[in-house]
Nanobody
């Protein structure tokens, strides 16, 4: 299992930008696809973005496509989510997730992820 720690959440005004980062422990990071999910109060956790093991294949939820960008650095064991043109409906706790070791393909499904971070709050005011 890999340990994940998110950072970089905070407050932004609508139209602004934030970047959230996830640092992973261990030596198996590069063999895993990674994902970002979010959960707003009273709602289920939903898919935001995913990236394959090498960073060459990415996918986004329709609600963030064109505004968010996922990237990873396997040398640093990090995966980032750059969020631009933020909207109040982007307000949520953002979670980093890792697929099991050797699962290199991206996935939008929560059940395909075995490790989760503690989450970081993102709040966007109108």
């Amino acid at each position: 299992q890999v340990q994940l720690v998110e950072s970089g959440g905070g407050f932004a005004q609508a139209g602004g930008s934030l970047r959230v980062s996830c640092a992973a422990s261990g030596r198996t990071f590069s063999s895993r696809a990674m994902g970002w999910f979010r959960q707003a109060p009273g709602k289920e956790r939903e898919f935001v973005s995913t990236i394959n093991w090498s960073g060459t294949t990415v996918s986004y939820a329709d609600s963030v496509k064109g505004r968010f960008t996922i990237s990873r650095d396997n040398a640093k064991n990090t995966v980032d989510l750059q969020m631009n043109s933020l909207k109040p409906e982007d307000t949520a706790v953002y979670y980093c997730a890792a697929r099991p070791e050797g699962s290199r393909g991206p996935s939008p499904l929560r059940g395909d992820y075995g490790s989760w971070g503690q989450g970081t709050q993102v709040t966007v005011s109108s």
